[in-house]
């Protein structure tokens, strides 16, 4: 695949270089804290064996994965597919170093700041992050000038508010500056962050991706699509508006009437699930009717992902609306454990699946496609590596597959307050960041000997 083929403004090879370069420094500093998480993670075992997820270890943890690791790939992924997916030109290649700058050390201020329990450390990093994620805005809204598919990137940036609200939320919790860290509004963070944000987005990408690197004869109807994603949003706006009314009401309605009180949240769970699962539905019919036969490895489990995280999210939305209607008949460390198998398991596996998709392809191209490297033409290679082989596959899968036993050990270890487990997750998951680290060295290494 060249990008020669691919609608870009016309750019030329060191402008799509430097943008390549841009999106390979955010995915390998948020690998670098996929591993300073999981070696986090290890020091708070013992506290989470405890049921202790609250504990500052585990928020400097948490913190580190989601803002250095999650929020940081998400980025530098964005740089790319703005202006490839969407068919235009990324308005500052500088701005985007700017953002990362800004959220590199909003990352190592929150985990760091959460580690000691420094709470204007956290407000600033706080602060500093959302600065980021406004110059990302800026930069994006600026690009959208000259995308092709305006209407489709302004579907995909909505996603923005409710990343906006959690970082909001966020700042609250540890100023002062507004409402107290009430369970419901932690749950409200939580959800609108992991569920509203990275779920979303990537619910939301994938079938554009997919159409980018497979061609398949399966057209979705823009009915189907308005629907699905209609479903998602309207599901999320229930679920962040949902415990907000429920703090509203007064104390007696809320225990007279639970069953009530949860019915937003319900509600709002059912929309989301079926709209993941109509999603599902279109990129398992695009696969399944593709032109070409063989398919590369790494899209079975990317797929595979999505499928797990589907049925996870059924279990989390028991919780969220079991918790907000007040019932207690479930173990007392259920949210949290599944807050550990969704964020480590799910969100994790998935985002590292597409990192070893995207940056074979972005080291390859960079290397051996004349549209990015013109000094190929005069010394051309005669076997250039195969751009679906170059990442090791028994490394990846190996790595994969730590983070989901990893992420249920340490689930489990909570719910039966077994330390030893919670500590043998943390080390499992900590093996498979190194191993994935590995396979990127490996890769990096394929394409350089060549």
């Known amino acids: 695949m060249s990008l020669g083929t691919v609608p870009d403004g016309g750019l030329t090879h060191p402008v799509l270089r430097a943008r390549f370069m841009l999106t390979r420094v955010y995915m390998w500093t948020g690998m670098i804290f996929m591993v300073l998480s999981w070696i986090v993670l290890m020091i708070a075992s013992s506290e989470l064996g405890k049921g202790g997820i609250l504990h500052p270890y585990v928020l400097s943890s948490v913190h580190f994965f989601v803002v250095g690791t999650v929020l940081m790939t998400i980025q530098g992924a964005i740089m790319q597919i703005t202006p490839v ?14 953002q990362y700058a800004l959220l590199l050390l909003g990352s190592i201020g929150l985990g760091g ?31 959208m000038r000259s995308l092709k598919k305006r209407a489709d990137a302004l579907r995909v940036m909505i996603i923005g508010l409710f990343l906006l609200w959690t970082l909001v939320l966020g700042i609250f919790f540890v100023s002062g500056w507004g409402p107290s860290p009430t369970p419901n509004f932690l749950w409200n963070h939580l959800e609108s962050g992991l569920v509203g944000t990275f779920t979303t987005l990537i619910l ?62 319900w509600a709002g769970w059912l929309l989301y699930w079926i709209g993941y699962g109509l999603i599902l539905f279109r990129l398992i019919q695009h696969i399944r009717m593709r032109r070409r036969k063989e398919m590369e490895w790494i899209f079975h489990w990317i797929i ?13 939305a028991m919780s969220s609306a079991l918790m907000t209607a007040g019932f207690s008949r479930y173990p007392e460390g259920w949210p949290g454990a599944l807050l550990l198998v969704v964020l480590f398991g799910y969100i994790q596996w998935t985002v590292a699946a597409y990192m070893a998709k995207i940056m074979p392809f972005l080291r390859w191209m960079s290397r051996f496609d004349p549209t990015i ?31 989901f036993a990893g992420s249920l050990l340490l689930g489990a270890g909570m719910l039966r307050t077994l330390e030893a487990w919670t500590f043998l997750g943390s080390i499992i998951g900590a093996l498979g960041a190194l191993l994935y680290m590995l396979s990127m060295v490996i890769m990096y290494r394929r394409t350089m000997m060549a």
């Open 373 to 403: 490297n013109p000094a190929i033409r005069q010394k051309p290679r005669r076997n250039p590596p195969n751009m679906r082989t170059v990442m090791p596959r028994g490394l990846t899968r190996t790595a994969l597959l730590a983070f």
């Open 113 to 143: 700041s959460f580690f000691v329990y420094w709470l204007p450390g956290l407000v600033i990093s706080g602060l500093l992050v959302l600065l980021s994620i406004l110059i990302l805005f800026w930069n994006i809204g600026k690009s």
């Open 304 to 316: 595979g992902g999505l499928i797990g995280g589907w049925i996870l999210l059924f279990f989390w």
């Open 85 to 98: 997916v969407f068919q235009g030109t990324l308005y500052s290649i500088p701005l985007g170093y700017a």
């Open 204 to 265: 939301m990408l994938t079938p554009r991706l997919m159409n980018f690197f497979i061609s398949s004869h399966y057209k979705s109807t823009q009915g189907m699509r308005t629907t699905s994603e209609g479903l998602l949003y309207g599901g999320l706006l229930l679920l962040i508006v949902g415990p907000l009314i429920v703090t509203s009401l007064p104390l007696s309605a809320s225990h007279a009437f639970p069953i009530l009180v949860a019915l937003p949240i």
